[in-house]
C-alpha cells in the first residue's frame, strides 16, 4: 500500500520529467532522435504531466485529510509501506509478528578430517 507521502513524491518527479520532455519537444525537438511526429509527442507528454498532476492533487488531500483526523500513519504498519511491527497503525491487533523460536541446544557432531593421516 503506497502512502500518501510516496504518491505524492512519485507524481511530483514524473511532473518534473515530463515537463523537461515537453520543453525538449516544443523547443528543440531534433535532440529526440526517432519521433516522427512531433505535435502528437508534445500532447502524449502533456497528457501524461496533466494525469500526474491529477495525482499528486489527490496525494495531497489524502495527506490533508490525514493531518485533520489526527492519523499519523499512512499504511497498515505505520511506515507507510504495510510494514509489520512498526508503528501500531490502523489494523493494530494485526500488525505483530509472533514467532516461535525454541533455543535448544543442537547436538554436536565430532568429523574427521579425510586423509589428515589421524
Do not use: W
Not at 45 to 68: D, K, Q, Y
Request: aromatic share 12%; net charge neutral.
Amino acid at each position: 500500500m503506497c502512502s500518501s507521502h510516496c504518491c505524492a513524491l512519485y507524481s511530483l518527479t514524473g511532473i518534473l520529467f515530463l515537463l523537461f520532455v515537453y520543453t525538449i519537444l516544443s523547443t528543440q525537438p531534433f535532440f529526440v532522435n526517432g519521433i516522427k511526429d512531433v505535435h502528437a509527442a508534445k500532447n502524449n507528454a502533456l497528457g501524461a504531466m496533466l494525469l500526474f498532476v491529477g495525482l499528486f492533487l489527490i496525494s495531497l488531500a489524502g495527506m490533508f485529510r490525514r493531518s485533520m483526523t489526527g492519523d499519523s500513519n499512512d499504511g497498515i504498519g505505520g511506515i507507510g509501506i504495510g510494514g509489520i511491527g512498526v508503528g501500531g497503525g490502523r489494523y493494530q491487533g494485526y500488525n505483530r509478528i509472533y514467532a516461535n523460536l525454541d533455543y535448544r541446544p543442537v547436538e554436536t557432531l565430532d568429523y574427521q578430517l579425510v586423509g589428515s593421516g589421524t
